[in-house]
């Protein structure tokens, strides 16, 4: 089962949350939500047989990624694996964008060449969304050393699912984030689960899982997931330390998804989890209401203006899938662009030799 | 008297020009600078360069080539040495998944100006791990370049024009081939100032009309000498084509010599099944039917896992004498 942390309290008088003016932590709710509407407007059409694959849900874990990457400036970049859709739209992607790209359409982020897993948008230093349990670890560290090569302050922030921590390359990734003090944030969103298999059944662990960073030297906190307010005034410190002395931490969320793994399991066949256990993270731990109560309570918001900005991400959401609807497959040429940049930009290079071999 | 340097200086010239006119270029791997580099193709650059450019990573292929993917995304522009090529095997996800597909799988936003280098080749008694030769393997891949220099003005040459390429750039180079010397130009003997060789372009290292031998790497050198006896012992004019880079890759020197010599032998140090051989001889067969007066054939490594016994593992790779008979039997 997926790790109890219990909140900790008075991280809304955390320094970096005494700057959020009230039109921001409304924006967090906001992208919060979008989050969760555009994901459950892909559920239906994916069940709907609108789109191909796999579609793997963030509903549950929305504050993290919302929380995290509010902290982020010019030079912090964003890199995660499979379960991408939440930091897509939380770095700023459209929901035509990735909705668009979920029906395999030549509007999608990726033009329909990457799908559910792959979305990515450089200019919003996001670097995807990636297929391969870890495999974006060292991609993670390398986008660090570009940044500390290019003697720029800003920090990579690494997203990881718990299932990702026995992988090889994680491993290797830590041990060199310390040895060459790379500004690199690791964030394992532990939800409990790698697929189907608890951490219990898939990790060996002192504590917990990011505990394993002090055999590299690496400072680590495991927290809570739930409220904002945490998750930005805890990840700061991280960010911090990356800006100012270019050294790695690893941060270990719990977190809590309500959806299967991917929609294959989305009823719970599996039968790894309970009932119970998945109604009591809604009831007592959704992040969305948590701010909500936050909201509620220090007067920003009425439930009537909450509530319209639900409604709001709900409308936002179905025009984006009637976007992805009403827009073109590309076009089978399309299959031989973006392999090769020299022949894209028909440089003289891309345009000497042979580089596809179809006959 | 023209210049002579050996292969492995020749790199070094390409790592020392390309960093002195890009700071983006650094030079990553086990070993290549404090101790010089395993095979010392890095020699000295530590030294001059100093440790931002020139880095010792510790044996860790999949996080470090890993690393150098991410920071190319970011426009460094890192030139990896895998020790062998053989150790691709512990960094595959990384270069297949990361190097070779995110261009793609991103729709064009992203690429990676990269380069993974170090030696493919056998017949140095290091057993089977350490033999591989995955040039076919690498080239299959969509968003690959694969280059294998078989002499040292073309090493110089392609790992120049490797360093630019805003693609990944797989530089296959041979152990057996660092220490031989080779006339290389100097840059103020060569039009523009400095020695660029392109990719996708072969080149015919000996000309003949009897039949083509084509091949890429130190089976190049191996042809080469086979042309000899052909020609010494049995009177056949071979052309020898030096592919140089595999993907992309010349088929037309490769059409228009068969057009003319009418017989051809494709020649590598990889095994058979799959080879770039393999791909070859299919191209000629499509695009020059008519013009073949014999099938085309093969001289590989021989189908196993590369055998360390000294005397086996010689008669395991290409030789002249196998190209000889191979001939032979088509002429």
Redesign the interface.
């Known amino acids: 089962m997926a790790t109890a942390i219990a909140p900790s309290a008075k991280h809304a008088d955390a320094p970096i949350n005494q700057k959020l003016t009230p039109q921001d932590k409304l924006d967090l709710h906001r992208q919060m939500v979008r989050i969760r509407a555009f994901e459950q407007l892909s559920l239906q059409h994916y069940v709907g047989n609108k789109m191909a694959g796999f579609l793997h849900l963030y509903i549950g874990q929305e504050s993290v990624a919302v929380g995290t990457i509010s902290l982020l400036g010019k030079n912090d970049?964003v890199?995660t694996a499979y379960r991408d859709h939440g930091h897509a739209l939380a770095v700023g992607m459209s929901m035509n964008e990735c909705m668009a790209e979920l029906f395999g359409k030549a509007t999608?982020?990726?033009?329909?060449?990457?799908g559910s897993m792959?979305y990515?948008?450089?200019?919003k230093n996001y670097?995807?969304?990636?297929?391969?349990v870890a495999?974006q670890?060292?991609?993670?560290?390398?986008?660090?050393?570009?940044?500390k090569?290019?003697g720029l302050k800003g920090a990579a922030l690494c997203f990881l699912g718990d299932g990702a921590v026995n992988q090889?390359?994680f491993h290797?990734?830590l041990?060199?984030a310390a040895?060459f003090n790379l500004p690199v944030v690791y964030i394992i969103e532990n939800n409990g689960y790698s697929m189907g298999t608890s951490q219990e059944r898939s990790s060996a662990f002192k504590s917990c899982l990011a505990e394993r960073a002090s055999g590299y030297d690496i400072e680590w906190e495991l927290f809570s997931g739930e409220d904002i307010y945490e998750v930005r005034a805890r990840t700061q410190v991280a960010i911090e330390r990356a800006h100012n002395e270019s050294r790695p931490t690893v941060l270990e969320i719990a977190t809590y998804r309500w959806l299967g793994h991917s929609v294959a399991d989305s009823s719970h066949s599996g039968g790894y989890r309970t009932k119970e256990e998945i109604e009591r993270h809604q009831a007592e731990h959704d992040p969305v209401e948590v701010w909500k109560r936050n909201l509620l309570a220090e007067g920003i918001a009425t439930e009537a203006e909450l509530k319209k900005i639900d409604k709001e991400a709900f409308t936002e959401a179905e025009e984006s899938a009637e976007f992805a609807k009403n827009s073109p497959y590309p076009e089978p040429e399309s299959i031989f662009?973006?392999?090769?940049?020299?022949v894209?930009?028909k440089t003289?290079?891309g345009r000497?030799?042979?580089?596809?071999?179809n006959? | 008297m023209p210049r002579q340097i050996t292969y492995r200086d020749a790199l070094r010239e390409a790592f020392d020009e390309e960093l002195a006119r890009d700071p983006m270029v650094v030079l990553m791997g086990e070993e290549v600078a404090q101790y010089n580099g395993a095979y010392k193709v890095t020699k000295g650059l530590w030294e001059k360069w100093g440790d931002k450019r020139i880095v010792d990573t510790p044996i860790s292929e999949a996080g470090f080539i890993g690393m150098g993917i991410g920071a190319s995304m970011l426009g460094v522009r890192p030139v990896m040495e895998l020790m062998f090529w053989s150790f691709y095997t512990v960094a595959w996800d990384q270069i297949i998944n990361n190097a070779g597909m995110v261009r793609y799988m991103s729709g064009g936003k992203i690429n990676c100006p990269i380069v993974i280098r170090g030696p493919a080749n056998g017949g140095t008694g290091v057993g089977a791990t350490h033999s591989h030769t995955p040039e076919n393997i690498m080239a299959s891949f969509p968003g690959m370049k694969v280059v294998c220099p078989s002499n040292a003005r073309d090493a110089k040459g392609l790992m120049k024009t490797a360093i630019r390429d805003n693609d990944p750039v797989m530089f296959m180079e041979s152990t057996a081939l660092y220490g031989e010397l080779w006339e290389v130009p100097s840059n103020d003997e060569v039009p523009g100032g400095e020695l660029i060789i392109p990719f996708g372009v072969a080149d015919i290292k000996r000309a003949g009309t009897d039949l083509t031998l084509i091949a890429h790497g130190r089976a190049v050198i191996t042809c080469l000498k086979a042309a000899e006896m052909l020609e010494a012992e049995h009177g056949i004019k071979a052309e020898v084509i030096d592919l140089r880079t595999i993907r992309p890759l010349d088929e037309d020197t490769i059409l228009e010599s068969v057009a003319k010599t009418h017989r051809a032998i494709y020649v590598e140090e990889g095994k058979p099944f799959c080879g770039v051989g393999a791909q070859i001889a299919y191209t000629i067969q499509n695009k020059v039917f008519d013009e073949l007066d014999a099938p085309v054939q093969r001289v590989c490594s021989l189908d196993a896992p590369a055998i360390y016994s000294p005397p086996l593992e010689k008669i395991q790779l290409p030789y002249p004498e196998v190209i000889v008979a191979k001939a032979l039997s088509i002429c």
């Open positions: 970049h890199i999608g982020c990726s033009k329909g060449k990457g792959h990515f948008a450089p200019d670097w995807g969304g990636h297929g391969i495999g670890t060292p991609l993670g560290l390398g986008l660090a050393y570009g940044l090569y290019k090889g390359t290797e990734s041990n060199l040895l662009e973006d392999v090769y940049w020299e894209d930009n003289d290079s000497s030799g042979r580089h596809f071999f006959d």
